[in-house]
């Protein structure tokens, strides 16, 4: 095929008036779709974020129960702590949730957890 074809061709297509739109929805939707957007962005992502924000927090503490850490109230404390201080203390509960304190089961006699009322009277349960 010559050049000289594809050339009137693409000034026919060029000149033919067509309806163009900038957004992917009808004219009539684009209101309805900005206000629900909005909404998303004003409601549901800073709940979003305060839960993630949240959770975030609270995992070193989830860490020490499921491993049974022996200063695991402390750690929860800690967690506690950062969430009020803006997170800067959360990297240390995260370390201190996956660390064994060194030389505790010798001063305790073990190195599981153990709730401070039972730490008192072992007899109960």
Known sequence: MKKTFFTPLLLALMLCPTLVSASF?????????????????LIVMPIG???????????????AKQREHPQRDAIH??????????????PFAYLW??????????????????????EQNPEVK
């Open 77 to 90: 404390a800690l967690c506690i702590l950062s969430l009020f201080v803006g997170g800067l203390l959360w």
């Open 25 to 41: 929805l009808p004219p009539e939707l684009i209101d309805d779709f900005a206000n629900i957007i909005s909404w998303v962005v």
């Open 97 to 118: 949730a996956y660390t064994r304190p060194t030389m505790y089961k010798i001063a305790y006699g073990t190195d599981k957890y153990m709730p401070l009322d039972k």
């Open 49 to 63: 974020l305060i839960a993630a924000f949240w959770y975030v927090h609270i995992l070193p503490d989830t860490i």
